[in-house]
Antibody, heavy 123, light 108 residues
Framework: EVLLVESGGALVQPGRSLRLSCTAS????????MHWVRQAPGKGLEWVSS????????AYADSVKGRFTISRDNAKNSLYLQMNSLRAEDTAFYYC????????????????WGQGTLVTVSS | SYVLTQPPSVSVAPGQTARITCGGN??????VHWYRQKPGQAPALVVY???DRPSGIPERFSGSNSGNTATLTISRVEAGDEADYYC???????????FGGGTKLTVL
């Protein structure tokens, strides 16, 4: 069974940095694009970022562009999200999600999700 | 930027049919995906590419997409269908994923 496990969530002060990780198992990680989606407590889903299988294509939501960086290490079956200059509005559960379709490019469709890791930005 | 509009809530009695809409400019030209999120759980894909179902999703779940509205239809609604439902598209012009605001389905 596909498993995605996020880690790295924490309470952090505004302006500080945090790095999230997602470890994947039970599928060929380097065949699929991967994604980060967040959800503020009690709110709806908000896409954050996506990365193609070979890291050749990345995309970011306007709200995080220039502050967050998505990356992956296919040898370690791992996805990352480096978050800099954190703001209170970045407070959310961050989900790692697997794309449904293998191959190049980005056409995001999320067929497996992790359980999420909570990031709280507060002084 | 592209916007998807969903009704905040839909209520339906058990055994009846629930229809959840997702409005967007010429959404019929895009592939629409639907997710279900039960309280305390991660979202789960229930319909993709307008009307296809992932394995394990019952035939009671169906979708359609035309013009400016996509619709998720849940037939013979059960208490266990109570959840938040989100539509999603890939906006190729802005290279962004867009989610609808979500619809809370209440089974009366």
């Amino acid at each position: 069974e596909v498993l995605l496990v996020e880690s790295g969530g924490a309470l952090v002060q505004p302006g500080r940095s945090l790095r999230l990780s997602c470890t994947a198992s039970a599928f060929t990680f380097d065949d699929y694009a991967m994604h980060w989606v967040r959800q503020a407590p009690g709110k709806g889903l908000e896409w954050v970022s996506s990365i193609s299988w070979n890291s050749g294509t990345v995309a970011y939501a306007d709200s995080v562009k220039g502050r967050f960086t998505i990356s992956r290490d296919n040898a370690k079956n791992s996805l990352y999200l480096q978050m800099n200059s954190l703001r209170a509005e970045d407070t959310a559960f961050y989900y790692c999600a697997k794309d449904m379709r293998p191959g190049i490019g980005l056409r995001p469709l999320f067929n497996y999700w992790g359980q999420g890791t909570l990031v709280t930005v507060s002084s | 930027s592209y916007v998807l509009t969903q009704p905040p809530s839909v209520s339906v009695a058990p055994g009846q049919t629930a229809r959840i809409t997702c409005g967007g400019n010429n959404i019929g030209s895009k592939s629409v995906h639907w997710y279900r999120q039960k309280p305390g759980q991660a979202p789960a894909l229930v319909v993709y590419d307008d009307s296809d179902r992932p394995s394990g999703i019952p035939e009671r779940f169906s979708g359609s997409n035309s013009g400016n509205t996509a619709t998720l239809t849940i037939s013979r609604v059960e208490a266990g269908d109570e959840a938040d439902y989100y539509c999603q598209v890939w906006d190729t012009s802005g290279y962004h994923v867009v989610f609808g605001g979500g619809t809370k389905l209440t089974v009366l």
